[in-house]
């Protein structure tokens, strides 16, 4: 455990992922835990002297109990590493998840981290209480025109030619479209944090790879509260990408923040928004959870609406291969929900089935 600034105390620890790669992560704060799948831009321990960065922890450890990693061959994790493809980088935040005892968790995924963070939630669907995306996408060139693949392979050879340079000419290119409302103290940091937190070798090889990660498919299967926040006029990845978000995941709610920054800073007018955003989000993970032997809950408040409907239905004597053909889904999606919705109300066993119905025919 270490002190970063002021009072503030960070515990770094490392997780193993499947294929053996050292993740590190970082813990700070109070309160529910706040898993960020952070962008790749990160250091762990030089973040925390930032003039760009620094107002996002200290804010969030006020609200909730951070963690927060650094992706594989980037910060503190492990260096020279070839695979950054969406299974492993997947694996990466299941490994740290687990390493760090969390049962249920919000999860934030920032930037480059939403196809991850997409992912994970369509296969872990019991282990998230909710999810935001800040400045995200389901994936990058989804839907990119010529000009947009044309413009990427510009970046890619201005990696190769200026990153690792000691002048920061060329990675100011980069600088410029993340804050181009900052100050020269803030881009000189972000010009200064691109070579520590990665060498240009791996830069390449994990942006090309990323480029990949798709998600879009799985963004009907999020049945979670869901926020989308995103800069009206971000340059890096434009706001596009967060009105598709929000218009494929059921029942999530898109927040423009007013903003040329891809990374709010702390003294513009979208930085308290964004703020109030996610705390007001978060809140709900603050409640103790009720005592189920003194509290019958409100089925509403509990289950999510699509556990809901689906209990409906068997509430009407429809067996899962009725439910499935009625609602379009799959046999196997309407079980995991039952399951999930069986878990939420406490009940197990043979006999759940008839006590869930039994709950939802006892508000009527």
Known sequence: MGRVGGDTVQDIRFARSADGVGIAYAVHGSGPPLLIDTCWLSHLQFDWQSPVWRHYLVELGRIATVIRYDERGHGLSDRSVTDHSLDARVADLEAVADDAGLDRFALLAMAQGGPVAIEYAARHPDRLTRIAFYGSYAGALAAATPEEVELDAAFQALIKVGWDRPTPEFRRVFTSLMIPGGTEEQMRWIDELQRMAVDA????LARSQ????DATGRLPELDLPTLVLHS????????GHSRHLAAHIPGARLVALESDNHIVLEDEPAWPVLLEELTAFLAPDREPE?????VIPDLSTVLSPRELDILEQA???????????TLVLS???VERHLQNAYAKLGLHGRTARTAAVARLLSRA
């Open 315 to 325: 509430a009407a004597g429809q067996d899962n291969d009725a439910i499935a053909a």
């Open 210 to 213: 990323r480029q990949l990660a």
């Open 290 to 294: 009720p005592d189920p032997r003194t």
């Open 331 to 333: 046999v196997r999606t």
């Open 201 to 204: 070798d791996t830069a390449i």
């Open 232 to 239: 009206r006029r971000d340059q890096m990845n434009e706001f």
